[in-house]
């Protein structure tokens, strides 16, 4: 059974900055791409950023020099670090392995 299970999100002030975890279970993690997708309430999800398997990384024009996506193989486990929060940052983030999802964490900016 395969398993993602996301942590760290939680509530932060605008430029504050959040890691968000997401540890896999069920797949041999080194051999899928990875990403990170979201969704702010009333929109649709969308992507935030990706890392393939070797590594290559691409980011949502919205996030790009703020948020840095990385994989630890031995640790089976993907991480979105968000710097410079801003207030549209807010939404439920998921992580994602090609047909597997996470059941999301809650990131909400605000003063």
């Known amino acids: 059974q395969v398993q993602l299970v996301e942590s760290g999100g939680g509530l932060v002030q605008p430029g504050g900055s959040l890691r968000l975890s997401c540890v896999a279970s069920?797949?041999?993690?080194?051999?899928?791409?990875m990403g990170w997708f979201r969704r702010a309430p009333g929109k649709q999800r969308e992507l935030v950023a990706t890392?393939?398997?070797?590594?290559?990384?691409n980011y949502a024009d919205s996030v790009k020099g703020r948020f840095t996506i990385s994989r630890d193989n031995a640790k089976n486990t993907v991480y979105l670090q968000m710097n410079s929060l801003k207030l549209e940052d807010t939404a439920v983030y998921y992580c994602?392995?090609?047909?597997?999802w996470g059941q999301g964490t809650q990131v909400t900016v605000s003063s």
């Open positions: 994602n392995a090609i047909v597997h």
């Open positions: 890392i393939s398997v070797g590594g290559v990384t």
């Open positions: 069920g797949i041999i993690f080194s051999t899928y791409p």
